[in-house]
């Protein structure tokens, strides 16, 4: 089976994902083509200029290929014109309400009013997420399938071995963007009683390093799918206190697996820490529930198979 990935970007959110699924399937006997086409590295216009960009690419190119599978809406437009026997397209995240948050209201329109037309070029539609697969079906009566985003146990498993914790440590890790809510813990750092760390450049070991040697991570965010760190955590044993929004609230329970503050609350999140730095009892409970679902529901060994089949039971219809 002969499979070609589109993506804006190979790392981070959903293009990392994108290449963590490609070398799985890689690794187990699948021919994975990862398309590579440039943008302008300029933050409004470089997804456009990727669509532009990766059509041109696509039409200028001969090959021919079994399931060609793009990742988030920029790339629909390559994968319409590539020659495939099926197409498949990824959405982490209702991708609309996505750009209504952080672009203008222009541009949210624009978006809203092509987004049913172009989820329709696929023939199948794919999402990480329940609530995402809930929310497409309500909003425009599309049906995606679901498979959560799995984690590599076998490379935090290296990470566990090297750490010597640091005592009353709290620490965020991503993007220092709006939606992520840096921001936020920011403005409260002053009241939390732990030395807060920001991780926002380090590559992925040097991260998961600090968050092992972490007590909390705080995940803030206000616009978030399942956040890849989330599950980090849950694996690493370290406690998430997050805002409790869908994607979210979609593998947390609230006082089970973590800690979940209601959005745009600082003062309550400030609480939450602080109550927690100080409750191993609570830390041992949560991290526990938190490491036994991750297990249970987002490693290799669980999803690889939906993977295949996936890509099996499309070719076959």
């Not at 999402?127 to 425009?140: F, G, I, R, W």
């Not at 089949?309 to 070719?315: A, G, R, S, V």
Request: glycine share 4%.
């Amino acid at each position: 089976m002969k499979i070609l990935f589109i993506a804006p970007k190979y790392s981070g959110g959903i293009g990392g994902h994108a290449k963590r699924v490609a070398d799985k399937l890689q690794e187990n006997g699948f021919d994975v083509e990862l398309m590579h086409a440039p943008h302008v590295p300029i933050k409004k216009l470089k997804n456009p200029t990727f669509a532009v960009s990766s059509v041109l690419k696509t039409i200028s190119g001969r090959k021919t290929y079994d399931i060609v599978h793009a990742f988030n809406l920029p790339s629909a437009f390559a994968m319409k014109y590539t020659k495939a026997k099926k197409k498949v397209l990824s959405i982490h995240g209702v991708y609309s309400e996505q750009i209504d948050a952080l672009h203008s209201k222009t541009t949210s329109t624009k978006v809203k009013n092509k987004e049913a037309n172009i989820l329709k070029w696929a023939d199948k539609l794919l999402t990480n997420s329940k609530n995402v697969k809930q929310a497409y079906k309500e909003k425009l009566n599309l049906d995606f399938d679901y498979i959560y985003g799995p984690i590599d146990i076998e490379k935090l498993k290296k990470i566990e071995g090297k750490i010597t914790k640091n005592e009353k440590q709290v620490v965020y890790i991503g993007r220092n963007s709006y939606e992520k809510g840096m921001d936020i813990l920011k403005k409260i750092e002053g009241k939390i009683n732990a030395k807060v760390v920001y991780c926002t450049n380090l590559d992925w070991e040097s991260a998961m390093q600090v968050l092992k040697l972490s007590d909390i991570v705080v995940v803030p965010s206000r616009i978030d799918n399942i956040p890849n760190v989330i599950k980090e955590a849950f694996f690493l044993k370290i406690p998430v206190v997050a805002t409790d929004i869908e994607g979210i609230s979609e593998i947390i329970t609230n006082d089970v697996n973590g800690i979940l503050v209601s959005n745009e609350e600082p003062e309550k999140l400030t609480n939450a820490i602080n109550q927690l730095l100080d409750n191993n009892e609570k830390i041992k409970e949560i991290t526990e529930n938190g490491y036994d679902f991750i297990i249970k529901n987002m490693t290799w060994d669980v999803l690889l198979p939906k993977y295949i089949e996936f890509y099996e039971k499309l070719i076959k219809q």
